[in-house]
């Protein structure tokens, strides 16, 4: 079926304000435009599929994939809370006009963000790049409508999204600055307290307090002397294996006096119970992530619901991750050894203390035993950055922007570093190829 569409334009109080609308394809001042013959769109077995805005709502968010899900339904959250609040308010998609969209895109600018565990900080909006991300939302929502027969006419497309106020190549660490977010700190030392700290009878406290003179050498391991109830000091045997590593730690601390602390801190001081917690519990998990997150370029909802299944060893000693990208689309990506590695060794500390690594357990472990948060990845990449002293909006998206650039600077094939990000149109990742600045056609002047 074709029909021909009229699209009547009216300014009004500088809002254009679409009263009629099948086809809009470009509109200046107060006009009106015949459209060229169009298809409806309109799928008769879509047609009225809706019976009320919460339901078309349901539709729309359902429609697209199951990690994308939550992110739609807050935008059209968000856009309810500002129709029914704003100067006109509008209970019904149906009147929706122009003017209120842009008056939404407005209000963003001025909203405070939703962070899981904490407050927004006073006069802290949401950034830009969420802003746009929840307005294309809001236009998809629109555009769908329109196409399944429930709205009368999409008003989202005669509207302009916000621009991204930081572009790409601001987002993208230097191969050093990666370094320095990776670096795990003193590795003898983390992996001397996660060994110690599964010894029976060896506790935090004494973890903590506990000096080069505490230790004593025995036949096949060692003795760390440690207080007992009644304050006494009681010896504990320590295996060959973890006598071990508290040796190899000893052989790199130069001039280690009997006081002296076998676990210090960066300052040089005895570990603190946090600071020790940290390296017992989730320092290799946080590690083992960061360094995902670049050797991969995977999106955090990609890398936080990774299961034991999605690893897959390969010939040489490194392995493969299986990532379940945008659209229910999946990837497998080449990992080199000292990420692969990493995540070896994590499933071995998790082993050990007894965790389930079988094939549906999380390789990133919260607290409670499920699978991270994005918060709570966003948060290991945040303090990561700020030991690092990088710039405080450092992210993990920073690592697949910085994967990117910094493969096809290596004169990886584009198409490669296109399946590794899972970009569905290669035009997306030549967003890359046009960012390095150590490089311009400048250079081949004679001038």
């Not at 000091?233 to 190899?248: H, K, N, S």
């Not at 990117?404 to 990886?412: D, F, G, M, P, T």
Request: some cysteine.
């Amino acid at each position: 079926m074709e029909r021909w569409s009229i699209v009547r334009i009216e300014e009004v109080a500088s809002n254009i304000e679409v009263i009629e609308a099948e086809v809009v394809t470009e509109t200046s001042g107060t006009a009106l435009t015949v459209a060229a013959p169009v298809a409806s769109g309109i799928s008769t077995t879509l047609a009225n599929q809706a019976d009320s805005d919460d339901h078309l709502v349901d539709l729309w968010v359902n429609s697209k994939g199951k990690k994308s899900r939550p992110g739609y339904a807050r935008a059209a959250r968000f856009f309810w809370e500002f129709l029914a609040g704003h100067d006109r308010p509008v209970h019904d998609l149906a009147r929706v006009r122009v003017g209120d969209l842009q008056a939404f895109i407005a209000h963003l600018e001025t909203r405070p963000p939703e962070h899981p565990r904490r407050p927004a900080k006073p006069g802290e909006v949401i950034g830009a790049n969420t802003r746009k991300n929840i307005v294309n939302a809001i236009k998809s929502l629109l555009s769908f409508g329109h196409r399944i027969g429930y709205l009368p006419y999409n008003v989202g497309s005669v509207v302009r999204g916000p621009g991204t106020a930081a572009t790409v190549d601001k987002r993208i660490l230097t191969v050093a600055q990666v370094h320095r977010l990776l670096d795990g700190g003193p590795e003898a030392r983390n992996r001397a307290i996660r060994a110690l700290s599964r010894v029976p009878d060896i506790r935090l406290s004494h973890l903590t307090a506990l000096t080069w003179g505490n230790l004593t050498t025995t036949d096949g391991g060692g003795l760390a002397f440690v207080k007992g109830r009644s304050q006494r000091p009681v010896g504990v045997l320590i295996d060959e294996a973890t006598w071990g590593l508290l040796q190899a730690l000893k052989a790199e601390t130069r001039n280690a006096g009997a006081d002296d602390p076998v676990f210090p801190n960066e300052r040089g001081g005895a570990l603190e119970a946090e600071e020790a917690r940290y390296l017992i519990e989730t320092q290799q998990r946080d590690h083992a992530l960061v360094s995902l997150a670049y050797a991969c370029a995977g999106r955090i909802s990609e890398l936080v619901g990774l299961k034991h299944k999605d690893l897959r060893e390969r010939d040489g000693g490194a392995g493969t991750v299986h990532l379940f990208g945008k659209g229910e689309k999946s990837r497998w990506v080449r990992l080199p050894k000292s990420t692969w590695n990493l995540l070896m060794a994590l499933q071995e500390e998790n082993r050990l203390r007894g965790f389930d690594v079988g094939d549906e357990a999380p390789v990133f472990r919260s607290r409670k035993g499920g699978h991270m948060d994005p918060s709570s990845a966003h948060a290991v990449v945040k303090a990561a950055a700020a030991r690092a002293g990088l710039k405080p909006g450092t992210s993990m998206h920073w690592l697949r922007h910085s994967h990117a650039s910094h493969a096809l600077k290596q004169k990886a094939p584009v198409h490669l570093v296109k399946e590794s990000l899972g970009h569905s149109n290669i035009a997306t990742t030549d967003v890359y190829l046009h960012i390095d600045t150590d490089e311009s056609s400048s250079d081949y002047l004679s001038l």
